[in-house]
Structure formats: structure tokens, C-alpha cells
């Protein structure tokens, strides 16, 4: 929650969405620095270098965390480690391939990116959706990253996951259906 200019608009989207449809946000990164910065100094000064003024600043309070509403903080709270259905984990960043998803550390599922650790099939043989690696959607089979770089002068991307269909936003808010190779 920090890569925009306007991460308290992004929330209360969010939390506008959650009210009327079936929302399941997944833990990432940088949503773990903000939630580790409500009570510890020294993490609120790591947040805040890799993007946590720019939060701060959405709120208009560039010197205060605890400025931040509580419906927002509960909201992060709520945020899963991950999601598992019959046939897909959805993760944020990476996983480990041979243990069960309740076992998975914070570093693989939030932090580790496709480059430091190029992932194999999980055991269970469900295929794992995934980002935090900006690049060309990459559908390795076992695998699909979807992370175009939407936080970085990339595409927001979605994909229906039966057929393969992607829909791309540009930051223009040009909507484009996008080959999935």
C-alpha cells in the first residue's frame, strides 16, 4: 500500500468493494511494513524509505502513523497469508514447493521475487498465481506470474483463470484484453 499516490483512496476502495462483493486481499510486502510500523520506530522508519511517506502523505499527515484510521489498520489486519481453492494457491510473491501453505515463511510468500528463487511445482499440484515480480505475465504451467509493473509505469493486470483471458489497465485507465502469451 505504497507504490501510488493515493494508497488511503486505494483502501477505501477496497473497503467500499468488500461491502458489496466477495473481496479476499492476500498480505504482501509492503502491507506487512505498514501493519510492522503502527508500533515499532524503527520499522515505521524502514517503511517509510521504501515508500511508507507516500502512504502518509495520501492521509495527509506525512509525520504521524498513528494518523491512519482504525477501519484501515483493521482492514490490513484481515489481509490473508495466502488463498487456496480445489485448484489454485494464490500467494503475493513466491512460495516453497514442497510444504503445505500453513507452513509457507512471510520471507517466501511477501518478499522472495521470481529472481532470487525460480519455483517448482507445489506438491499438491495446484497451480499458483502470484506476483511481486514485475514483467510480462509468465504462465509456466505450475505457475503464473501476473505482476506487469502497475506500481512502477507498468500495466494492472487480471486474468480469468480458466481461459486464460487478461485484461490489462494502463495508467491512463485505458482497459486493453491482452494475448496471455
Known amino acids: 500500500m505504497n507504490r501510488g499516490p493515493d ?10 468493494l468488500q461491502r458489496r462483493c466477495r473481496l479476499i486481499p492476500i498480505l504482501g510486502n509492503h502491507e506487512e511494513m505498514m501493519l510492522e510500523s503502527r508500533h515499532d520506530r524503527h520499522a515505521e522508519e524502514r ?7 507516500e502512504t502518509l502523505l495520501s492521509y495527509g499527515y506525512p509525520d504521524a502513523v ?21 485448484r489454485f494457491l494464490f500467494t503475493h510473491a513466491n512460495y516453497c514447493w514442497y510444504l503445505p ?12 521475487s521470481l ?8 506438491f499438491s499440484g495446484k497451480t499458483v498465481i502470484l506476483g511481486h515480480t514485475p514483467g510480462p505475465v509468465r504462465d509456466k504451467g505450475f505457475y503464473r506470474c501476473l505482476d506487469t509493473g502497475c506500481g512502477c509505469g507498468g500495466r494492472l493486470t487480471a486474468m480469468d483463470l480458466d481461459s486464460g483471458t487478461l ?15
Open 7 to 16: 494508497s488511503r483512496g486505494v483502501l477505501n476502495i477496497l473497503l467500499d
Open 47 to 53: 517503511w517509510r524509505y521504501q515508500g511508507g511517506m
Open 66 to 86: 498513528g494518523n491512519i484510521p482504525e477501519e484501515h489498520w483493521e482492514f490490513l489486519r484481515s489481509f490473508r497469508p495466502f488463498y487456496e481453492t480445489d
Open 101 to 112: 501453505m500453513e507452513q509457507q515463511s512471510s520471507r517466501d510468500l511477501r518478499w522472495l
Open 115 to 122: 529472481e532470487e528463487s525460480s519455483p517448482r511445482p507445489h
Open 167 to 181: 485484461w490489462q489497465v494502463t495508467e491512463s485507465g485505458e482497459t486493453v484484453i491482452a494475448d496471455p502469451q
